[in-house]
């Protein structure tokens, strides 16, 4: 079940139709991981929406809530992993991965302060 979440993000992310070139692959993982793993599913939702809107940047908050499933995976395992966490955290570890390869572009704009706050509703480019 664990390879099936990862191929599916795979898949998302890099699609054979569409020229391999697709979404970031954040709702696809959520929903693949949160499966396998429902309470770190809600505790990553909340590090998400936490981040979101204390920042006011949803990728931010998507970075967030990658980075933050793995972990709570294995914090949620109390360090006892049988053969189906592992596999659980590998999947974690490797969508995070992906999510966050996925938002190179985010991450520049968050550093040059480019980026656009999910609050702010004027079109890219549009001045005040």
Known sequence: RAACAV????????PLFFGFRGGKGVAT???????LA????????????????AS?????GSMAGALSFPLLVAAGSRWRLDVSRRS??????AIGALILARHGD?????????????RDRRPEGATP
């Not at 993982?29 to 499966?35: H, K, R, S, T, Y």
């Not at 429902?38 to 809107?53: D, E, L, Y």
């Not at 006011?56 to 931010?60: D, E, H, P, Q, R």
């Open 88 to 93: 659980v955290l590998a999947a974690a570890s």
């Open 106 to 118: 985010n991450l520049r704009r968050l550093r040059a302060g480019s980026e656009r706050r999910w």
């Open 38 to 53: 429902p309470r770190a599913g809600a505790a990553s939702a909340v590090v998400f929406a936490g981040t979101a809107a």
């Open 7 to 14: 191929a599916a993000v795979a898949g998302h992310v890099y």
């Open 29 to 35: 993982g959520f929903g693949a991981l949160a499966a």
């Open 56 to 60: 006011g940047y949803v990728s931010a």
